[in-house]
């Protein structure tokens, strides 16, 4: 299973938080972005950036903690 952190639609930030969860020996995962590509990337279809869900409540730590988190 996996566990889905946020939905955005800055591939900048999404490409920032994918490097803060790698190196922090986490494996994110990016949902959607064929959609995001086939529509240009103007942003009508966000990107979701998931994990593991064993590796979930880590990863909420570490972007609250680099105050990337909002609760949903």
């Not at 889905?4 to 639609?9: D, F, I, M, R, T």
């Not at 986490?26 to 972005?33: A, N, T, V």
């Amino acid at each position: 299973m996996i566990h889905v952190l946020l939905s955005e639609g800055d591939p900048v930030r999404l490409g920032f938080l994918q490097a803060l969860l790698r190196d922090a020996g986490l494996r994110p995962l990016l949902l959607d972005s064929h959609i995001s590509a086939v529509e240009g990337r103007i942003g009508a279809f966000p990107q979701r950036l998931a994990v593991p869900e064993e590796e979930a409540r880590a990863a909420e730590a570490l972007l609250r903690e680099a105050g990337e988190w909002t609760e949903r």
